[in-house]
């Protein structure tokens, strides 16, 4: 994986959430099943305002109205998108009526189906240029691809609380922010299939043309890739193919919610505070100008997400699925130029450069890369759209620069099992073999007494290969943002340099394992 401060996965970054359907039942509560057998509940459905006898199918475009939707006796219906049904709580013993709302619902046609899919307790939100949250209505539109204007949600603290389309929400009631990644395929330029350092290319930096669509390469016409190559693959993909990016096969999904900001830890006051190596969900946010969850192994990481929202599929991101939103920031539909780094020496998330380092992102002198936290170098959020994959306050932070971020991303031991790290002293907290187990003076072969891995569709596989340094990107999954991004030279300072950005970049060894501390 490119050794960028990739705002890629979890622990003090991003988590990504696939769609699933999470409701909070309280009471009684009844299933539409019920409802219709139900001599006590009188249901009227109303599709724009027009009465009818049917509800619109899931696949109609249309959507509950939740703030025409109403029930007397004080009962409260919503709507189950998973089950496509309504859903009545605090029912009373009184024959109860109640009506359900349908209004049109906003698709972009570029997306081609692809448009975004909220499941409580995600709320859609329009986010003005000084950071104001509003709900938005789902009738108009609060997103547009074409413009450069990701969609965006939010979940709050308390999740029973409901606003008006409109309604300024405060920044003190959510918990976190989203942003939606649409599935597409993409152009391949690249098979990034490199076993040496040659020299940098700094002509391969180009937009990267994308087709959304909810389609796979597999079932697609002459002219695509029609297997999507995974780890050190060679396949029959070309040049010049078009490719469904693969963070959208393995999880199948029309798209996907990625955290807006790096994951920060809720209550953390200064940096030290956000330190913490525990697996605890409560203690997520995914905010602007908090301090960045770090210190954490790449275990309780991945547990920490898997259990936030898990009926929305939360987990730890991949390295395939931070390609995705970085492809696609530097598509027709994105800023198309290098993100600006957060610089902030304390972590705090949502900054951006005041200046672009001129030397790239290779050194450490100040000249290049100055680090600070009193502003004097750098702009806090709202005010730090260039740090931003739209250029605008739509995108997704903290993609360079911040805290240093890992992904659900392993390297195979020779039996094709995912290993746990270098060794006893630096390892995933996964069981699994070490890549060196003696090396800094230890022995034990490897890690039992961990967490287990969880199914396989949740991380990325890079093959095991003998091969004694660190320079080799002919294990590229296409689509992770690695091989890709090549050819690779030599900097000043002996480092491994990317010919995008002439970014530093290194790959994963045997002798590095693939999750120590972060």
């Known amino acids: 994986m490119i050794k960028r401060k990739k705002v890629s996965y979890i622990f003090l970054v991003i988590f990504l959430f696939i769609l699933g359907i999470f409701f909070l039942y309280e009471r009684k509560t009844e299933k539409f099943s019920q409802i219709e057998n139900n001599e006590n509940i009188e249901l009227a459905i109303y599709i724009n305002e027009e009465e009818t006898n049917t509800i619109p199918s899931k696949e109609s475009g249309y959507y509950l109205d939740i703030e025409k939707s109403t029930c007397t006796n004080n009962a409260i219906i919503q709507f189950d998108t998973n089950t496509w049904s309504p859903v009545i709580k605090n029912m009373s013993e009184y024959k109860t009526r109640c009506e359900l709302h349908f209004g049109s619902t906003y698709k972009e046609s570029i997306l081609n189906g692809t448009d975004p899919v909220l499941e409580e307790p995600l709320i859609p939100v329009t986010i003005d240029n000084d950071g104001t949250v509003r709900k938005a209505s789902l009738a108009n ?16 603290f308390n999740e029973n609380e409901t606003y008006e389309d409109g309604e300024i929400i405060p920044e003190e009631k959510i918990e976190s922010y989203f942003v939606w990644i649409p599935k597409y395929r993409y152009q391949l330029w690249d098979l990034g299939q490199y076993d040496s350092l040659t020299s940098i290319d700094t002509s391969k930096v180009h937009e990267i043309p994308i087709i959304f669509g909810d389609y796979n390469t597999s ?3 002459d002219g695509e890739c029609t297997t999507p190559m995974e780890s050190g693959a060679t396949g029959n993909c070309q040049v010049g193919d078009y490719m469904t990016h693969p963070a959208f096969i393995s999880i199948p999904s029309t798209g996907f919610w990625v955290g807006k900001f790096e994951t920060g830890y809720n209550g953390a006051t200064n940096p030290t505070e956000a330190e ?13 100008n908090t301090y960045s969850w770090r210190g954490i192994q ?59 380092p001129t030397c790239g992102y290779t050194e450490t002198n100040e000249e290049c890369n100055r680090y600070c936290n009193d502003g004097s170098c750098n702009t806090a959020y709202p005010n730090s759209v260039l740090a931003s994959t739209t250029g605008n306050i739509t995108g997704i932070y903290d ?31 996964f069981n699994g073999t070490y890549g060196c187990p003696t090396c800094d003076n230890q022995s034990e072969l490897e890690l039992t007494t961990g967490e287990n891995f969880p199914e396989e569709k949740f991380y990325d596989k890079y093959n095991y290969i ?19 991004l090549g050819p690779f030279g030599v900097g000043t300072n002996d ?24």
């Open 219 to 221: 079932d697609s016409i």
């Open 399 to 429: 993609m360079s620069g911040g805290a240093y971020d890992g992904v659900m991303a392993v390297l195979t031991d020779k039996n094709g099992s995912p290993m746990s790290g270098r060794n006893k002293l630096y390892n995933s907290g």
């Open 276 to 288: 913490q190596n525990i697996n605890d969900s409560s203690k997520i946010i995914v905010k602007p």
């Open 141 to 156: 539109e609060w997103y547009s691809y074409e413009k450069k204007q990701w969609a965006n949600a939010v979940i709050l």
């Open 298 to 356: 790449v275990a309780n990481a991945f547990y920490t997400s898997y259990d936030y929202q898990r009926e929305l599929d939360s987990h730890m991101m991949k390295n395939t699925e931070w390609g995705a939103v970085a492809y696609l920031q530097h598509s027709a539909y994105g800023s198309q130029t290098i993100v600006r780094i957060n610089n902030n020496s304390d972590y705090i998330t949502g900054y951006a450069a005041n200046n672009e």
């Open 495 to 518: 480092e491994s340099l990317s010919s995008w950005y002439k970014v530093q970049v290194s790959f994963i060894y045997v002798a590095a394992g693939v999750g120590s501390y972060l």
């Open 466 to 484: 003998n091969k004694p340094y660190i320079y080799f990107y002919d294990r590229r999954i296409l689509g992770d943002a690695t091989g890709e």
